[in-house]
Nanobody, 119 residues
Framework: QVQLVESGGGLVQSGESLRLSCEASGSDFGFHVMGWYRQAPGQQRELVAIIRNDDRKTTDYEDSVKGRFTISVGTAWNTVYLQMNSLRPEDTAVYYC???????????WGEGTRVTVSS
């Protein structure tokens, strides 16, 4: 059974950095799309960053994280990272890893890792 497992969350102060990691276990395939979503208390889950397995490794970012967050993947496309710089209190949320593989069951989600940014 394929599982996505996140790590790297924690408590930091405003302006500091964190690096989130997500690794797929139980898979022998690479994902077509990988990304990160987040859900703040009382809010809906929102896309943070996504990267596509195409020639250019196309990425998309939520507007508020552009220039601060960077998404990257491992060569086998079963590991995804999120480098988060200049963190703000409004970045506080549970961050979820996402992977999509059309031929291998569709969408997969991690259980989330909490990021808390104090002012």
């Amino acid at each position: 059974q394929v599982q996505l497992v996140e790590s790297g969350g924690g408590l930091v102060q405003s302006g500091e950095s964190l690096r989130l990691s997500c690794e797929a276990s139980g898979s022998d395939f690479g994902f077509h799309v990988m990304g990160w979503y987040r859900q703040a208390p009382g809010q809906q889950r929102e896309l943070v960053a996504i990267i596509r397995n195409d020639d250019r490794k196309t990425t998309d970012y939520e507007d508020s994280v552009k220039g601060r967050f960077t998404i990257s993947v491992g060569t086998a496309w079963n590991t995804v990272y999120l480098q988060m710089n200049s963190l703000r209190p409004e970045d506080t949320a549970v961050y979820y890893c996402y992977g999509y593989a059309a031929k291998y069951g569709g969408a997969y989600w991690g259980e989330g890792t909490r990021v808390t940014v104090s002012s």
